[in-house]
Each structure stands twice: as structure tokens, then as C-alpha cells.
């Protein structure tokens, strides 16, 4: 009994270890046999990560895009507006070509009569009146210079005039008197009379206008002249004065 308990010890333990090994192998075959469906896992994972991020780079395309069409619908509108308001400024132009051919020779015949005009009127500070007709008729000329702009200036010039029918005024000024030339001052009344009187009073007159030349009075309208010239400058308040005035018409 003793040798055969001895044998079947040996005999069991062999057992036990050959088992061991046996569903060490298993389990070692059903690791490998896992690992390609974990690596195939991961592809999946992936692939469905890329999937996602495709496809919300497509809706932001597809919201990018509709932003776009929107926005050149709009600039398609406003092209086609500018169009429009470039073609009605080119027909706004030629209309203006053509006023500009009716205008342009009103505005000179204007200017030339507004000469006329200042050559037949008293010759009070006759030489600025026509230098501003001169620098019209040099404006009219202009190409830089808007139609609008030269009419502007011609209407401000026949202003000019008419005011001084309307107007008190004195200036310093020359005058030729017996082979000399004296300084005076002038005093100007409207268009009904135009006066002069020297600094020390001794000489005064006033202008002939149907004789077209000064009328020399040697002093005689000192005081009157001189009154006239202190209202003018604001020196002494507005009285009554006693000039020669000629009628309008001889």
C-alpha cells in the first residue's frame, strides 16, 4: 500500500502541471486572438472621429457657402444700382454739355454788357471794376471751373454794380489838378454824385457826368464834402448835407 500511495503522487502533480499549461495556452491564444479586434477597434474609433470632424467641416462649408451666395446677391444689387446711376450721371453730363454750348456765350455777352456798362458810368474806382470783368472773362475759360460756379461769379459781379447805385462810400485816392498830383479823398453818393476833396480842404469838386470831366470848385464845398466824408467814416452822425447833384438825365 506504502509504494503505491508513493508512485500516484508524482503521477497526480504531473497532471496539475500539464493542466497549467494547457489553459495558459488558451489563454494566451485568446489575447492574440483580441488584439486585432482592439487595433480594429481603434481604426473604428478613428475613422468615426475623422467622420465627425468631415462633417462638420462640411456644415461649416455648406453655412460659409450660403453666406456667400448671400452676400454676392447683394453686391449683384448694388452693382446693377451703380450702373444705373453711372448711366443717369453720363446722361446728366451730356445735358450738361449742351447747357454748357447755350451758357457759356450768355455768361460773355453778360460780361461784355456789364463793361459797357462800367465804361459809360461815373469812373469811381474804375480801374478795380474792370480788373473783376477782366478775371471773369479769363474764369469763363476754365475747365476746372464748374458752370455753375462761373454763373455764380457774373451774378455776383452785376451785385456788385447795383449795390453801388445803393451805397455811400469814400476811398483815398490821385487826382490831376494844375499840372500836379495831389492826394485826396473821394466820396462817392450812389450813382447821383461822385466828389473829391484834398487833405487840407483848399481843393474840392465833383463830377461833370454829361461832360464826362471833374468840375473844380478851389475849396468852395470844403465844409460840405467834409461833412460828408465824417458821415461816411463814421465820425459824426447821419445829418443833412448840400452837394451839387446832377439830374439823371441832361
Do not use: C
Not at 460840405?224 to 466824408?229: P, S
Amino acid at each position: 500500500m506504502k509504494k503505491l500511495h508513493y508512485i500516484i503522487i508524482p503521477l497526480t502533480f504531473s497532471l496539475l502541471i500539464g493542466a497549467q499549461e494547457i489553459v495558459d495556452e488558451t489563454l494566451n491564444s485568446q489575447v492574440d486572438a483580441n488584439i486585432p479586434g482592439v487595433v480594429a477597434q481603434k481604426e473604428i474609433d478613428n475613422l468615426d472621429e475623422q467622420a465627425k470632424k468631415l462633417y462638420y467641416e462640411f456644415k461649416d462649408t455648406v453655412s460659409e457657402y450660403e453666406g456667400l451666395r448671400r452676400y454676392d446677391d447683394q453686391l449683384e444689387k448694388i452693382v446693377f444700382s451703380q450702373e444705373e446711376e453711372i448711366n443717369s450721371i453720363l446722361r446728366q453730363i451730356d445735358s450738361l454739355d449742351n447747357v454748357n454750348k447755350e451758357i457759356l456765350p450768355f455768361l460773355k455777352e453778360t460780361i461784355d454788357s456789364l463793361r459797357k456798362f462800367v465804361n459809360l458810368d461815373m469812373p469811381f474806382l474804375k480801374e478795380s471794376r474792370l480788373a473783376r470783368l477782366d478775371n471773369l472773362d479769363s474764369i469763363i475759360l476754365k475747365s476746372n471751373v464748374t458752370t455753375a460756379e462761373k454763373f455764380r461769379k457774373v451774378f455776383e459781379a452785376y451785385q456788385v454794380e447795383a449795390a453801388f447805385g445803393n451805397t455811400i462810400e469814400t476811398y483815398p485816392g490821385f487826382i490831376e489838378l494844375k499840372g500836379q498830383t495831389i492826394t485826396v479823398d473821394y466820396f462817392r453818393i450812389g450813382r447821383l454824385g461822385w466828389y473829391y476833396r484834398s487833405a487840407n480842404g483848399k481843393e474840392t469838386g465833383y463830377w461833370n457826368k454829361f461832360e464826362d470831366r471833374w468840375i473844380h470848385t478851389n475849396g468852395k464845398l470844403n465844409d460840405e464834402i467834409k461833412l460828408a466824408l465824417d458821415i461816411a467814416n463814421r465820425q459824426t452822425p447821419p445829418n443833412f448835407i448840400t452837394l451839387p447833384v446832377q439830374p439823371v438825365e441832361k
